[in-house]
């Protein structure tokens, strides 16, 4: 086995639970035990140990000299990887789901987080529901439930969306996929049902990651069958996802529980969901009792799906799809004195890196400040960030800078952050990415 020693003081942020090790924090990569043991050269996907500069051990990890996170520590002891390791971990990964309240007989979620799941770079979300077509034909009732889907369709199906974002799972690929399609097909507990092997798994990778990790760009059903567009619940309200077409693995499940709190603040207001995707806060405010919601998204295709789930939810009426550049919408909304009662932004990730870190809080300032020029008196706004580089501190600054400019004195009604589907783990800040702050205007 090949050691990782670290620079003197490189192991600090480890020690507190961070499982990278870039490529400027090794001294040198050493062939086997011992003090004298030869100087080494790391291959693509294989397995290494990490040592302190003293020679601690930290850990075993997955290695790539090719990339600049050069070490992903799977585990503090030294642990083999074979299918049963992958079991393991994608059963731990469902049982922490399952205690966080999650209906795997219902409910869709991110079933392994990569690192913050301890199997470093590689994703799984799972949708449960039906095929859109199937259901469409078979339920002609609106709003669609899932009991009337269940009663027409019979139970609901499962489809995985995959992504492979480090060389050393990439490699093992196949392993993987089978492990987790017989951890699904079997019960977590003896006396209840499995949560249901998939009738599909599709790929679909984020391009600058692989290259990266320089790995081959790559899309595409895996295993299975996946149908064109499928229809889950989310909250009880049905929504229509397209794996292959849609952004990221198809749908942002990392918003349920948000979607659900600002719905509570939207019965009889005028609402404006800005950078709203397929609709998800839109769709929920009107199905709460909007008087009317505005979804403005930059993607045409985006804002049809807008429509098909106004449609499967019963309010065509009540929901509006603007296509639009969200810059040039609120500064044209505040010139014609358009007001809304609830506005909610959940733009994409301004800032992928730290090095554009002060131009996306420009940007994230500019929406924030147009917003609350937006709000009635007592209005309220949801304002999200999904960039990992622009931390909690830095993000709730940025909210307060744009209400002094806009001359307004918001108070904080809550605070959140994504999902328990998309673990936190302490020590590793990459995994808290979601800030969701919700703020009442005076």
Request: hydrophobic share 40%; charged share 25%.
């Amino acid at each position: 086995m090949k050691r990782i020693i670290l620079k003197p003081g490189e192991e600090r942020r480890i020690l507190l639970g961070h499982p990278w090790v870039y490529d400027n924090e090794a001294a040198c990569i050493l062939a086997g035990p011992g003090k004298e043991a030869p100087r080494a050269v790391l291959e693509p996907g294989e397995i290494a140990d990490v040592e302190s500069s003293g020679k601690t051990y930290l850990g075993r990890a997955f290695a790539n000299p090719h990339s600049k996170i050069i070490a992903r520590i799977y585990s503090p002891s030294k642990e083999g990887v074979d299918k049963g390791f992958f079991k393991r971990r994608i059963r731990e990964a469902l049982l922490r789901r399952r205690a966080a309240g999650y209906d795997f007989r219902r409910d869709s979620c991110r079933v392994v987080f990569a690192e913050a799941d301890f199997l470093p770079g590689f994703i799984a979300d799972r949708f449960t529901g039906w095929p859109l077509d199937e259901l469409e034909a078979a339920v002609q009732e609106r709003p669609v439930t899932f009991e009337l889907a269940e009663a027409a369709l019979g139970p609901p199906v499962s489809w995985i969306s995959v992504q492979f974002l480090s060389y050393a799972l990439d490699k093992r690929r196949d392993l993987i996929l089978e492990a987790l399609e017989e951890v699904l097909g079997a019960p977590l507990f003896v006396t209840e049902d499995p949560p249901g092997a998939p009738a599909g798994i599709m790929e679909k990778p984020p391009v600058k990651v692989r290259e990266l990790e320089g790995l081959p760009l790559r899309e595409g059903v895996l295993r299975g069958t996946c149908p064109a567009g499928i229809v889950i619940f989310e909250n009880s309200l049905p929504f229509a996802v397209y794996l292959e077409e849609g952004q990221k693995t198809g749908h942002y499940l990392d918003q349920r529980d948000n979607r659900r709190l600002a719905a509570a603040f939207a019965a009889g207001s005028r609402v404006l969901d800005a950078c709203s995707y397929t609709g998800g806060f839109g769709i929920h405010a009107a199905r709460a009792g909007a008087e009317a919601a505005v979804c403005v998204d930059v993607s045409a295709a985006a804002l049809e799906t807008v429509q098909e789930n106004a449609a499967l939810n019963a309010v065509t009426g009540t929901v509006a799809a603007v296509e639009a550049d969200i810059f040039e919408y609120l500064r044209r909304a505040e010139r014609k004195k358009e007001r809304f009662d609830l506005v909610i932004l959940d733009p994409p990730a301004f800032a992928k890196t730290r090095a554009s870190l002060n131009d996306a809080l420009r940007g994230y300032k500019e929406i924030n400040l147009q917003a609350l020029k937006l709000l009635n008196p007592g209005g309220v706004l949801v304002t999200c960030s999904c960039s990992q580089a622009l931390d909690e501190g830095r993000f709730r600054r940025m909210v307060a800078e744009a209400a002094a400019d806009a001359e307004k004195r918001p108070y904080q009604l809550d605070f959140r952050y994504q999902g328990p589907d998309h673990p936190i783990l302490l020590g590793y800040d990459e995994s808290l990415y979601l800030k969701c702050g919700f703020y009442r205007v005076c």
